[in-house]
């Protein structure tokens, strides 16, 4: 079972500041990775799929990388809804999820 | 405009039983494997469950195998989950979700499922 770790748990920041979240896996998963965001009250929404591409009506300000077992998201200026639980997540044979990451207002 | 509804949420005892419904519309229901992703109340994600279109390929994981078992009716365009001997930490919202190449841009609004005496 291919197990995702986030780092890191909470990241406090003010809005316009920019946000890299992270995200490893136990074993290689090429570029199959996700990236979700998740507000109080609402489900999951997609935002990054194939460790790159964004869903759709993601803004340009969200934007993934990396391939293997290092990921990362990245916002570019955050915007007041943008604060929120992150999660990863990979597609092996089965979807696993991360732990996720906090971003909260400093 | 995809729609996942889910029902069969409720107040159980632990030891007993529970069976989960979603109702799929607005896509083509048997083209694509569906899956049951969970949430305990200020917690993470976790995925419980999937199956394929043709209900060939069904995973499970490690913490519901043998309790729970998911199955689809691709005619009523519906996707199951039947839980049985649950347990307290079995307790969490059940979301019905679409698969799309192994990612899940579509979520129900979840149902709760409380286990407690």
């Known amino acids: 079972e291919i197990v995702l770790t986030q780092s890191p748990a909470t990241l406090s920041l003010s809005p316009g500041e920019r946000a890299t979240l992270s995200c490893r896996a136990s074993?290689?998963?090429?570029?199959?990775l996700a990236w979700y965001q998740q507000k109080p009250g609402q489900a999951p929404r997609l935002l990054i799929y194939d460790a790159s591409d964004r869903a759709t009506g993601i803004p340009a300000r969200f934007s993934g990388s990396g391939s293997g077992t290092d990921f990362t998201l990245t916002i570019s200026s955050l915007e007041p809804e943008d604060f929120a639980v992150y999660y990863c997540q990979q597609r092996s044979t089965w979807p696993t999820f991360g732990p996720g990451t906090k971003v909260d207002i400093k | 405009e995809v729609q996942l509804v889910e029902s069969g949420g409720g107040l159980v005892q632990p030891g007993r039983s529970l069976r989960l419904s979603c109702a799929a519309s607005?896509?083509?229901?048997?083209?694509?494997?569906m899956h049951w992703v969970r949430q305990a109340p200020g917690k993470g994600l976790e995925w419980v469950s999937g199956?394929?279109?043709?209900?060939?390929?069904?995973g499970y994981a490690d913490s519901v195998m043998g309790r729970f078992t998911i199955s689809r009716d691709n005619a009523k365009n519906s996707l199951y989950l039947q839980m049985n001997s649950l347990r307290a930490e079995d307790t969490a919202f059940y979301y019905c979700?679409?698969?799309?190449?192994?990612?899940?841009?579509?979520w129900g609004q979840g149902t709760l499922v409380t286990v407690s005496s």
């Open positions: 199956i394929t279109w043709n209900s060939v390929n069904i």
């Open positions: 607005g896509f083509t229901f048997d083209d694509y494997s």
């Open positions: 074993q290689s998963v090429s570029s199959y």
């Open positions: 979700t679409k698969d799309t190449r192994g990612w899940i841009a579509h």
